[in-house]
């Protein structure tokens, strides 16, 4: 099994996953943008989206692409497009495991139950699937020291909110020193999420969103 579901990129991600995401302490997070991206999150039972993700750690780099949907409170289905293990699925629906599938030879699919942090259906940088889920990214967000600041900026022709924090500990957040989450202006939902250590990106994960409900 180990051969035929190895590692399976990233989200596991969290990702977010996005996704182990930092960006302020408990009060800093409370008000402006994040406040925003809650209330948008509050009003959503879930969302199908495409998310593409490069990491770096020393001298290794990864880049996936994965086709992921959550639906509240905590159910994932996250396909590999693109990457390591690519036609590799992972589900979640809460919990400490995840079940990791991928089909072999004559359509025979072959699964296991796994640690939710197990190295196989985790990033290179660690992250699980959850990390990459927007409930993952907020709760994040909400929950990591450092000081806080926000503006408007524009990525990929899109006027977006840049919300930027300096880590407090970095010891504390996979080593990274600061992390960018670019927020919709017309969804105030995530559109990427940049994480730094010094000046080197080591994490960037771009969702696009395909449907929500």
Do not use: C
């Not at 089909?103 to 640690?115: D, E, Q």
């Not at 196989?120 to 994040?140: C, K, N, P, Q, T």
């Not at 407090?168 to 730094?196: C, H, I, K, W």
């Amino acid at each position: 099994m180990q051969g035929s579901v190895s590692r399976i990129g990233a989200a596991a991600i969290s990702s977010v996953a996005l996704f182990a995401l930092s960006f302020a302490s408990a009060p800093a997070a409370s008000g402006g943008a994040l406040d925003q991206f809650a209330n948008a999150w509050s009003g959503l039972r879930g969302y199908n989206a495409t998310i593409q993700l490069f990491e770096a750690k020393g001298g290794s780099s990864e880049h996936a692409v994965f086709a992921y949907s959550f639906t509240k409170p905590t159910t994932v289905t996250m396909h590999v497009n693109q990457g390591p293990n690519s036609g590799a699925t992972v589900k979640w629906t809460g919990g400490s495991s995840v079940y990791a599938s991928k089909s072999g030879a004559f359509g025979i699919t072959m699964g296991k139950n796994v640690s939710l942090n197990d190295p196989m259906v985790s990033s290179l940088r660690g992250y699980s699937v959850s990390d990459l889920s927007f409930a993952g990214i907020l709760a994040h967000a909400q929950q990591t020291a450092g000081s806080v600041s926000s503006g408007s900026t524009r990525l990929d022709g899109a006027m977006v909110t840049a919300v930027t924090l300096n880590v407090a500990n970095p010891a504390q957040d996979n080593g990274m020193t600061r992390e960018v989450l670019y927020l919709s202006q017309s969804t105030q939902l995530p559109v990427r999420v940049d994480g730094f250590i010094g000046n080197q990106v080591v994490r960037m994960y771009r969702f696009t969103i395909t449907k929500s409900w």
